[in-house]
């Protein structure tokens, strides 16, 4: 399964945009990059994904550099309910499972 | 409204008793999972199912075990063999194929006394 690799932490203003970075170096041209956030003693709850293209939808956006080894996370104003573990993960598209394999994540902080 | 539960929210078992958690889900997703976490860490994969009657182990399933008779259902048991059962259990479900997103449950945390 294809790694990645995010920063262990963090911090960000409230109402100023948030980049979260992710390298994936090794992703395999099946591979989606998706990202999830886990606010404390929840579930992760799904934010964005993509493949090729930069993506945006109402919780954030997703820049996907040209040659897909990395990618970044936009928030485009941080609130407090921002607050989160945000996980990069890759999910092979192409193999046998679709099975989500989680790395440790970024925690971010938002201070107000 | 479409979701996933688990039950309970919170479950205490003496050492040595089996104990079953609950996953349901109405998204009619394919695909099912069971992840565990610890304190200060990501999750990691305990089962999976893709379609009813077939599920593969994750990357630590042993001490677990699962069963999927419905499309609805994934119940997650922890046996007396699972040396270190206390955690957040996560169940999970997506659509089989493409880059679909999951939905997780709100978890149970286990601990046992």
């Known amino acids: 399964d294809a790694k990645t690799t995010q920063p262990n932490s963090m911090e960000s203003n409230e109402e100023e945009p948030v980049h979260l970075p992710c390298n994936h170096s090794?992703?395999?041209?099946?591979?989606?990059i998706h990202w999830y956030r886990q606010l404390p003693s929840q579930g992760p709850e799904y934010v964005i994904h993509?493949?090729?293209s930069n993506v945006n939808n109402r919780m954030a956006s997703l820049a996907i550099a040209e040659d897909r080894k990395s990618s970044t996370l936009i928030l485009h104003r941080a609130t407090l309910r921002d607050a989160a573990v945000y996980y990069c993960?890759?999910?092979?598209?192409?193999?046998?499972?679709?099975?989500?394999?989680f790395g440790t994540g970024t925690l971010l902080a938002v201070q107000p | 409204d479409g979701g996933i539960t688990q039950s309970p929210k919170y479950l205490f078992r003496k050492e040595g008793q089996n104990v079953t958690l609950s996953c349901e889900q109405n998204l009619n997703h394919d695909a099912m999972y069971w992840y565990r976490q610890d304190p200060g860490q990501g999750l990691r994969l305990i089962y999976y199912s893709q379609i009813v009657n077939d599920f593969q182990k994750g990357d630590i399933a042993e001490g677990y075990s699962v069963s999927r008779e419905k499309k609805e259902s994934f119940p997650l048991t922890v046996t007396s063999a699972q040396k270190n059962p206390t955690a957040f259990y996560l169940c999970?479900?997506?659509?089989?194929?493409?880059?679909?997103?999951?939905?997780f449950g709100s978890g149970t945390r286990l601990t046992v006394v």
């Open positions: 999970a479900s997506s659509l089989h194929r493409g880059g679909n997103g999951y939905t």
């Open positions: 090794t992703i395999s041209g099946t591979d989606y």
């Open positions: 993960i890759l999910r092979d598209n192409g193999g046998a499972t679709n099975k989500l394999i």
């Open positions: 993509g493949l090729t």
